[in-house]
């Protein structure tokens, strides 16, 4: 008799464990949750970026030249040769000349990059005000925060 009971219990804890989605409820992909929160519009928002940097990072100096473009609807973003360059591919805005990152939001005074390859941290990008930008990668070991100043930024 036992034998004739396990198997119905069996198999009411197996389906009763099938994990469904109820309904109404949205999931989505890693890549699809990156591309969400931007369009490619959104890069004007960052006019705010439009001058040439400096900064200093472990010793290294960094510098970075950017110029917002909107010609005929289509927004672009020009840098200087040797600065890290944004592009629009498939439906996204990438980050790096590899696109090593991809944008995954872009607010009035915040950019969020997510890694695209292996190696690469997640930073945010925080203006200070026209002077002065933040470049924060966010590292398994903490934040590391580097402090981008305006050599000649460009009049809004």
């Avoid at 992909?29 to 940097?53: F, I, N, T, V, Y």
Wanted: a negative charge; glycine letters at 8%; hydrophobic letters at 40%.
């Amino acid at each position: 008799m036992l034998r004739y009971l396990i198997f119905p219990f069996l198999s009411l804890l197996l389906f009763s464990c099938n994990q469904t989605e109820p309904a109404g409820f949205f999931s989505m992909s890693p890549d699809d949750a990156a591309a969400a929160g931007c369009q490619r519009s959104d890069l004007e928002k960052m006019h705010w970026l439009s001058g040439d940097w400096e900064g200093e990072d472990g010793g290294k100096k960094l510098q970075y030249s950017f110029r917002l473009l909107v010609e005929n609807g289509f927004s672009s973003m020009e840098t200087a040769p040797g600065s890290p360059v944004f592009s629009w591919h498939e439906g996204r805005w990438y980050y790096g000349s590899n696109h090593q990152w991809v944008v995954s939001w872009i607010g009035g005074k915040d950019v969020r990059f997510e890694p695209n390859v292996a190696g690469v941290s997640p930073m945010t990008w925080t203006r200070l005000n026209e002077m002065e930008w933040h470049l924060i990668r966010h590292t398994p070991k903490g934040d590391e925060v580097v402090e981008m100043k305006a050599l000649r930024p460009l009049p809004s």
